[in-house]
């Protein structure tokens, strides 16, 4: 029964390590994509200087939002050339989902306008 208790105390400890790993790896690629997000701002305002704002949003940017390995990063473009943005952010290692919300009322761009973050701001 001693033994029982003992790998499962190990057992207990060796997951408690691995989810501290996890997480810090988590941390890591966040901040890693966070930076990616900056890069692609400026080379998108350098390469299409119509572009007016460039918004970053999503579990990137928001940390009450659950992060993963498999997590991409969001931007929300006004202004400039899409199908040119969309050849430049592609290039990126990490996956990016990019939407243009150039004279867009709703309440999703709304949304994103108001929480999101300014990445011509911010460099």
Do not use: C
């Not at 009322?105 to 929480?115: Q, T, V, W």
Request: aromatic share 10%; hydrophobic share 40%; charged share 30%.
């Amino acid at each position: 029964m001693m033994k029982q208790q003992n790998s499962m105390h190990d057992f207990a400890n060796r997951l408690k390590q691995g989810n501290y790993k996890y997480e810090m790896d988590m941390l890591i690629r966040r901040k890693e994509a966070k930076a990616e997000a900056k890069r692609l701002a400026a080379l998108l305002r350098s390469k299409i200087p119509e572009i007016t704002q460039i918004w970053g949003f999503g579990s990137v940017f928001e940390r009450d939002r659950p992060f993963s390995i498999a997590s991409d990063i969001d931007l929300a473009l006004e202004g400039g050339d899409y199908f040119t943005a969309f050849e430049i952010v592609n290039s990126s290692s990490f996956k990016v989902d990019l939407i243009d919300i150039t004279d867009k009322n709703d309440r999703f761009a709304s949304l994103i306008r108001k929480h999101g973050i300014n990445l011509l701001i911010e460099n």
